[in-house]
């Protein structure tokens, strides 16, 4: 789950505050209890190298990521972190949780398109209705050419109606 969507990663550290990841780590413990998570583990990544390093690479996990897990956890959510992005992915952490909360983009979307780009789909969460969609952009630039591979649009639909028989259940 993202806190930030398409910005640049030079504006990343003004766009994050501690309302906004709590409100993500909310909103992803809430669809997940949906889906039929009973107790969700939610991990919150760092925005810097190392989650800062004690306040070396930035202050951003001390004053603004720490509080809002602190916060998370006080509402019962079970959450933990800031953990470094560039070992969160690895297959050891990243099984010890239902999702990742993430402060950008690339942090979240590399890993996950490394792993099962064609294969991941992109789900909207908060919405009053399921929002499914393909792990890539718009692919304005092949639109017509007959070269698109629709892989990732056909696990979309699944997933959209995968998660219609959850949510109804």
Do not use: C
């Not at 930035?58 to 070992?87: R, V």
């Amino acid at each position: 789950m993202l806190v930030t969507t398409h910005a640049a990663v030079k504006d990343v550290g003004r766009l994050i505050d501690r309302e906004k990841i709590l409100k993500v780590i909310r909103l992803t413990h809430s669809s997940l209890k949906s889906w039929g998570f009973s107790e969700p583990k939610i991990a919150v990544s760092a925005l810097n190298p190392h989650a800062g390093e004690g306040g070396i690479f930035g202050d951003e996990e001390i004053n603004i990521i720490t509080p809002a897990i602190k916060d998370a956890k006080s509402e019962g959510i079970n959450t933990d972190g800031p953990f470094p992005a560039d070992t969160l992915f690895a297959p050891a952490k990243r099984s010890r949780f239902d999702a990742i909360v993430v402060m950008y983009h690339d942090q979240g979307l590399i890993p996950v398109k490394m792993a099962s780009f064609g294969k991941a789909v992109n789900i909207t969460l908060g919405l009053p209705f399921i929002r499914t969609s393909v792990d890539h952009g718009t692919a304005y630039d092949i639109a017509g050419k007959g070269l698109a591979d629709p892989s990732s649009l056909i696990e979309a639909v699944k997933m959209a109606a995968k998660l219609t028989q959850k949510i109804s259940n």
